[in-house]
């Protein structure tokens, strides 16, 4: 019986020329210059410092920061597509991860994946050159990466330094490359945040901070992970206040940046809902619910209207404000993520009888709200049920004739038939039992437009 035999060296076809893996890195197969030259400090000019960093972790961090791109189509696992950090090679000469083949040998496949062949030899022999130049590609790019995140580390750190003295003009310039800094580079956000940052991008925050220098700050420390300390600094009442304003006043990405930022506030533990209670914030998010020219900015403001709402105690003011009426007008246009999110608002403003009064007043609740069921996510279907049994139980001599019109009973059947969770189906049929009270079996057959095959 053959068998397969590992060679002495692994060799990679390229530009016709067949080369071994030194070959390989002093010809620039593996990207050569300066960096690779600091790999090869072996005594025969091999591969020496690479050993000194982890392949995994190497690979983990580069995917994190993004770096991890135009991998050689030799270093992946035909099995995984991932980059391989264990490379093993069977009989058949093909290679793969260790851990993705023995897993694939143990659902009882004694086959190659890649060209199905059965295999006379189970054994898998580890390939320590091709990890050798996995190794060594990823050790250049790594050390190429670590030296540019030091290099922007320490302009960060100069910037951070920088806003303790600048003003003015100076101060906007300074936070908006600071900002573009830690957006781009999202591995140096530890060393920004040890040089004491936070605590200077919260001092610039007051009652009279401008808002060009205000969403500058803004947008850097949307990009930080705020500690439960720096959230409760910034949630003292004329910073809140000026973030606010401008929401209100802002551009359409300084809006976005301050709902994002008040929503990141409200996970804190020491969040207070007074603070999201202000009539000008809550008038602030609504107007950029109903900007149909920035998606962008109706995903933001009912992402954050949607988490304020979980707070009973908002709810009123919600429903002070009209919010009813001018959400449910939006609900035809929205993306299916907008649309799950205003529906939900709604949902939670049904459950008080202000809500609810609203939702009765406001003659386009039926149809908008029948239209969404069972056309867009479960979560779409179970608020856009509930809104409709609180309307139609509230006043049923009304609305449920409208609601069948709009062909709610049709929806209704559909929803009982789907895959859809009890609690669902439940709702579901007893809103249809509902809808067919004022009825003949007859006349509610025939406004449910029903098939034979659904009769």
Request: charge should be neutral.
């Amino acid at each position: 019986m053959p068998q397969f035999q590992q060679p002495a060296c692994w060799r990679l076809e390229a530009g016709g020329q067949v080369m071994d893996v030194d070959t390989a890195v002093k010809d620039g197969i593996l990207g050569g210059g300066a960096v690779i030259s600091g790999l090869l400090d072996g005594k025969d000019g091999t591969l020496g410092t690479a050993k000194k960093h982890d392949l995994k972790e190497m690979i983990e961090e580069m995917e994190s920061a993004a770096e991890a791109n135009d991998v050689p189509i030799v270093f992946i696992c035909p099995i995984s597509l991932e980059p391989m950090v264990d490379p093993v090679t069977l009989c058949t000469g093909q290679t793969y991860e260790r851990v993705n083949i023995l897993r694939w040998f143990s659902t009882g496949r004694l086959s190659c994946p890649t060209t199905m062949q059965d295999l006379w030899d189970d054994t898998v022999t580890p390939n320590r050159t091709l990890h050798q130049l996995i190794h060594a590609w990823f050790s250049q790019r790594y050390l190429r990466m670590m030296k540019r995140s030091k290099d922007v580390e320490g302009r960060a750190r100069e910037l951070v330094q920088c806003l303790k003295k600048v003003k003015g003009e100076a101060r906007v310039q300074t936070l908006k490359e600071l900002r573009k800094i830690v957006a781009a580079h999202p591995s140096i956000e530890k060393p920004v945040i040890d040089s004491g940052v936070l605590g200077i991008l919260s001092s610039l925050l007051g009652p009279f901070t401008s808002h060009a220098v205000g969403s500058e700050v803004i947008a850097v420390l949307v990009n930080l992970n705020l500690d439960s300390e720096a959230m409760t600094d910034l949630m003292q009442p004329a910073k809140i206040s000026l973030v606010v304003d401008m929401l209100n006043e802002g551009t359409t990405k300084t809006k976005i940046k301050c709902a994002r930022f008040i929503e990141v506030l409200m996970g804190a533990e020491s969040f207070r809902f007074e603070i999201v209670s202000s009539l000008s914030l809550l008038v602030g998010l609504l107007r950029m619910v109903k900007d149909k020219r920035e998606p962008d900015g109706v995903s933001a403001g009912l992402s954050l209207l949607k988490t304020i709402c979980s707070h009973d105690q908002v709810r009123s003011s919600m429903v002070s404000i009209r919010a009813v009426a001018q959400l449910v007008e939006r609900l035809p246009d929205l993306s299916p993520d907008s649309l799950e999110s205003a529906l939900q608002i709604l949902d939670d403003l049904a459950a008080i009888p202000d809500g609810r009064s609203a939702l009765k007043d406001c003659p386009q609740t039926i149809p908008n709200t029948v239209r969404p069921l069972m056309k867009v996510s479960e979560a779409c279907t179970r608020h856009a049920l509930s809104i409709l049994w609180a309307v139609c139980k509230l006043a049923p001599e009304e609305f449920v004739s409208l609601a069948v019109e709009a062909g709610l009973a049709t929806r209704l059947l559909l929803v009982i038939q789907s895959d859809c969770p009890p609690e669902i189906k439940k709702q579901a049929s007893d809103l249809l039992k509902l809808c067919s009270l004022n009825y003949t079996a007859t006349l509610f057959i025939s406004k449910c437009k029903l098939t034979r095959t659904m009769q």
